[in-house]
């Protein structure tokens, strides 16, 4: 291994899906992923999401002081609208 981390991700069966997914019920609200800097929140941005056509959440990326110095990120959501974050933070 290098080090890093695996995830494995699977679509659930249909009898599961009924009620679809809400980030808001109890259970997950989002997934996010810690990146080396800002650059590579803007390089996932423009490398993968703009190329696949796959729309930001809350006009990102940007700064999010309010989180804490420093913290950028990108917002968008996976096809089941779970949200999730490409995050840079010190």
């Known amino acids: 291994m290098n080090g890093g981390t ?3 991700f699977d679509q659930a069966e249909g009898k599961y899906v009924i009620k679809g997914f809400h980030r808001k019920r109890v259970g997950l609200n989002h997934i996010a992923f810690r990146v080396n800097s800002k650059e590579d929140v803007d390089k996932f941005c ?3 999401l703009k190329p696949n056509k796959i729309p930001t959440l809350y006009d990102t990326p940007k700064p999010f002081p309010e989180y804490e110095e420093g913290y950028y990120a990108v917002y968008f959501e996976d096809p089941d609208r779970i949200k999730i ?3 840079y933070y010190l």
Do not use: D, L, S
């Open 6 to 8: 695996t995830i494995w």
């Open 85 to 87: 974050e490409v995050a």
């Open 46 to 48: 423009n490398e993968f």
